[in-house]
């Protein structure tokens, strides 16, 4: 099946659009609504839909069979393309990152610095998603460790690693 | 006053919806499929148009126009919307969109518009070009309508709907089409921000730099002379129908002449035939 879309898409044949959508359609749809899930972002979550799909009919000579899935490759593909338009919102709408937590009292340079938003493309992409929606959208720890369906505690050691990881790049 | 219920329900079932972890419904896919499809088909149909455009030239929007909404579709529908797609680009187009000529786009870049009908430029790379530097004035008027709205509110509450008239003359060319009110807002947009536009007169009426244009290519008095004449001839008929009933004269007499001498005449006329 996955051979036969990708035969199809890369011969510019919608009917592998057809195919793939049918395939994973409800997976990649999933994953936007997943980054993509503050009131602020649900107007531009067809925007995604339609950048995911014209980016996997573009690169679809890139994906490897031998590396990974055809659903691992289309679900990166989506991430990072939802992890992108975060940052876009986040710079149209002007959102400022916050340190919510009380015991970071002290305010470090790096974050103080408008680039702070590019800093955070040399995460991992969990830390750049856990990042985002702690700094900027003020989610709970709690909030985020639900969202991605992991324990607080990990959310915590992301912000920490990540944190220190941002200091050593800045 | 409107009553907001069903609005605001239909938002409790989109958010429902949207949070929903089930699997997509194959109507969902299918909107999926049509909705990226076109996002895809667009995406590559603007980069065969960006060739052709001049060096330094930027696009600064688009305006689509259609069948199914407020444009003019008498270009894109019946006989003038017939079209024999010859390549094998232009044949897929049609299997993929079920579209001949209806889907046009107008594009601003910063120097000219450039308006196409999308089968045609995939078939033939055809399109047209109007410099901003050629057009004296642009006609934009705006048309009032009035209807009752039975959907949303009952008693029925009387609705105005917006069109525009867009109309311009670029060289030996007339471009005239019908706006719904997004596409007027995308105009205006353009009207202002594009500084080649800002220098050219935004008007009510035609310009036209022949006078046998300004009476025969002329929308706006098209639209007049249609419709003082259809209302003139309902008046004129009202008014027959009026003296044929009360005065019992004029063409329309008859009609209320009811009294059983005309049908003894004609059946008397039958027999004398037959």
Not at chain 2, 92 to 113: C, E, H, P, Q, S
Request: charged share 25%.
């Amino acid at each position: 099946m996955e051979k036969e879309i990708v035969a199809l898409l890369i011969g510019k044949d919608f009917l592998g659009l057809e195919k793939l959508i049918d395939l994973l359609g409800t997976d990649i749809v999933k994953c936007i609504r997943a980054i993509l899930n503050h009131s602020d972002e649900i107007t531009y979550r067809k925007e995604a839909e339609n950048e995911v799909f014209y980016r996997i009919w573009q690169k679809i000579d890139h994906y490897d069979a031998q590396k990974s899935s055809l659903k691992t490759w289309c679900l990166t593909l989506t991430r990072n393309i939802c992890l992108d338009k975060k940052r876009v919102i986040i710079r149209e709408r002007n959102i400022i990152p916050m340190d919510q937590l009380p015991e970071n009292t002290l305010v470090e340079d790096y974050f103080e610095k408008e680039n702070f938003l590019d800093l955070l493309k040399h995460l991992t992409e969990e830390d750049q998603l856990i990042f985002l929606k702690y700094y900027y959208y003020q989610d709970s720890p709690n909030d985020i460790a639900k969202d991605l369906k992991m324990e607080v505690s990990q959310v915590y050691n992301h912000l920490s690693r990540g944190r220190k990881k941002i200091k050593e790049l800045f | 006053m409107v009553n907001p219920f069903k609005t605001v329900i239909n938002q409790f079932n989109n958010e429902i919806n949207n949070r929903s972890t089930k699997e997509l419904n194959a109507q969902q896919k299918r909107n999926l499929f049509n909705q990226t499809k076109m996002y895809i088909f667009l995406q590559s149909f603007i980069e065969k148009i960006k060739p052709y455009l001049e060096e330094g030239e930027e696009i600064h929007a688009y305006l689509p126009m259609t069948n199914d909404g407020q444009n003019a579709s008498v270009v894109g529908l019946g006989l003038m919307g017939m079209y024999h797609p010859e390549s094998p680009e232009a044949k897929a187009y049609v299997k993929d969109f079920n579209d001949l000529r209806g889907n046009r786009l107008l594009i601003f870049t910063n120097k000219k518009m450039i308006f196409t009908t999308i089968i045609e430029f995939l078939d033939q790379r055809t399109f047209f070009s109007y410099p901003y530097s050629t057009i004296k004035a642009i006609t934009l008027k705006e048309n009032k309508m009035t209807y009752f709205d039975w959907d949303e509110s009952f008693p029925p509450k009387r609705v105005a709907l917006y069109t525009y008239t867009f109309d311009f003359e670029s060289e030996n060319h007339i471009f005239s089409e019908l706006l719904g009110q997004r596409d007027a807002d995308i105009l205006k947009r353009q009207l202002l921000e594009i500084p080649a536009l800002q220098t050219i007169l935004v008007t009510e009426k035609i310009y036209r730099k022949r006078t046998f244009d300004r009476v025969v290519n002329n929308p706006i008095l098209a639209y007049k002379v249609t419709f003082y004449f259809f209302n003139i001839l309902a008046a004129i008929v009202l008014l027959l129908f009026a003296l044929g009933g009360f005065f019992h004269i004029g063409p329309f007499k008859f009609i209320f002449d009811l009294s059983t001498a005309i049908v003894i005449k004609s059946s008397m006329l039958f027999h004398l035939i037959s």
